[in-house]
């Protein structure tokens, strides 16, 4: 075989995986949508009483109301302009609204702010037992496959057990884990990191935070306080503030990115337990009723569960059983 067809072959490979990634990881939400689109789309014909069930199924699903609206009435709209009759033509108009409103997310790459050359810092910030310090062990792991040097700096020193925890991850992952006691300040643990990972040539810096959204002055300080050593040592640095957020705490999840939005900035959301919701939903409204790209989903608890969002496999996904049973009937 040519070395180009071996390659050619190899890269189509790597997509499908990830392709398949996304669809387990996904398939709750997808079972239980296309289970209810089809339901709508196999009505007999398109009237009101079509488009409202659709509201319902969008809804249930976790897109939001005002996302949902914005969804049925384009659907309306084509509809007319198109002069479409059959409710089965509406699956793959569904698929094009919904690319079209994720448009401006990465198409292909997760669109991270990594420095060539230089010590790129990340700080992950979200409540409690959203996945953030899961999150920085995948994280770390998919740097590290890609050649990166990574170091991580346990700066939860609040919840019990946060600092063995990013051990536990620094071990599996073979990463240096800049650690201080449990309860010292975070802000002191993050500056240690930089030292380190400088000292050591790292390319990454993952920072962990401690996330008690009860006390939220509390929180602010320290978030800032940690985002002021970081910015006196890399001028330009955090490069990366990246949100995690439970897929499962549904609309819940768009309060928590108000609030950490105003303690911090915040330039990225990682979406995480999608595998666990029929709610994947929630990534849309995301998307449409913040400012802040979504640049990650987790799709379960090992180190390579996370997936850079890209539109066209999310949405591939969500249908991907509709799409798979079209597929057999014809
Ligand atoms: N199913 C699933 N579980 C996850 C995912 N991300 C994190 N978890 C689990 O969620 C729990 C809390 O995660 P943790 O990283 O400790 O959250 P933190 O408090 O924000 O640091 C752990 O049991 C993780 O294994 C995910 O994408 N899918
Ligand atoms: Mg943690």
Redesign the pocket.
């Known amino acids: 075989m040519s070395f180009f067809k071996r390659l050619k072959e190899s890269v189509s490979k790597t997509t499908e995986s990830v392709t398949n990634k996304f669809k387990s990881g996904l398939s709750k939400t997808s079972a239980s949508l296309a289970g209810a689109m089809d339901a709508v789309f196999m009505r007999s014909h398109i009237d009101e009483e079509m488009y409202e069930e659709l509201e319902d199924v969008l809804i249930s699903a976790d897109v939001g109301v005002n996302t949902t609206l914005e969804i049925v009435d384009r659907l309306r709209k084509e509809v007319k302009e198109r002069r479409i009759k059959e409710p089965a033509e509406l699956q793959p108009l569904m698929s094009e609204i919904l690319a079209d409103i994720l448009k401006g997310e990465a198409a292909h790459s997760p669109s991270m702010n990594i420095q060539d050359g230089e010590l790129t810092i990340v700080l992950m910030v979200?409540v409690?037992?959203?996945?953030?310090?899961?999150?920085i062990g995948k994280l770390a792991h998919y740097y590290k496959q890609q050649g990166k040097k990574v170091v991580l700096a346990a700066g939860?020193t609040f919840?019990a057990g946060?600092i063995e925890?990013l051990q536990v991850w620094g071990e599996r992952v073979e990463v240096d884990v800049i650690r201080h006691q449990a309860g010292s300040d975070p802000a002191a643990v993050i500056y240690d990191g930089i030292q380190a990972a400088k000292a050591r040539g790292a390319d990454i810096l993952l920072c962990d935070t401690a996330?008690r959204l009860q006390n939220k002055v509390n929180l602010m300080q320290e978030l800032t306080k940690v985002h002021r050593v970081i910015q006196r040592e890399i001028p330009g640095a955090p490069h990366e503030t990246l949100l995690?957020l439970d897929a499962t705490t549904g609309q819940n999840a768009l309060q928590q990115a108000k609030i950490f939005n105003d303690a911090t900035g915040l330039s990225g959301i990682v979406l995480?337990?999608?595998?666990?919701t029929a709610k994947g939903g929630i990534a849309i409204a995301i998307r449409r009723e913040l400012a802040t790209p979504v640049k990650w989903i987790?799709?379960?608890?090992q180190m390579d569960?996370l997936q850079p969002f890209i539109t066209d496999q999310f949405v591939h996904a969500l249908f991907a059983n509709a799409i798979a049973q079209e597929e057999k009937v014809q």
Do not use: F, P, S, Y
């Open positions: 979200g409690n037992g959203v996945g953030k310090t899961t999150t939860d919840r946060a925890q996330g995690v995480t337990k999608m595998d666990g987790g799709l379960g608890e569960d």
